[in-house]
């Protein structure tokens, strides 16, 4: 079992920024990969940008270039921070950590990201 809690969400206007972080507990030294996805109302869930503990990143083409993913593998810690904001980027924020070798999947509780105009 893996748990992740995140933080760092909140109210922000165009242009501004925003840092989250995901923490994982549990069995976190079997993760491979940790990422983060969105959901905005009405809409799927979407990759936003992902991680591998050989700390090789993928990024979805509508953020390349404002977001960034870090982690800190030591403390099983997950970044994304998130520059020139604008009000696409509203929505929940969800960490996501895989463990291919066990073929599952876990999801944080999201944390809400708002951008005003």
């Known amino acids: 079992q893996v748990q992740l809690v995140e933080s760092g969400g909140g109210l922000v206007q165009a242009g501004e920024s925003l840092r989250l972080s995901c923490t994982a507990s549990g069995k976190a030294f079997k993760i491979n990969t940790m990422g983060w996805y969105r959901q905005a109302p009405g809409k799927q869930r979407e990759l936003v940008a992902i991680?591998?503990?050989?700390?090789?990143?993928n990024y979805a083409d509508s953020v390349k270039g404002r977001f960034t993913i870090s982690s800190d593998n030591a403390k099983n810690t997950v970044y994304l921070q998130m520059n020139s904001l604008n009000t696409e980027d509203t929505a929940v924020y969800y960490c996501?950590?895989?463990?291919?070798?066990?073929?599952?999947?876990?999801w944080g509780p999201g944390t809400q990201v708002t951008v005003s105009s």
């Open positions: 996501n950590a895989r463990l291919i070798a066990l073929g599952l999947s876990y």
């Open positions: 991680i591998n503990k050989g700390g090789n990143t």
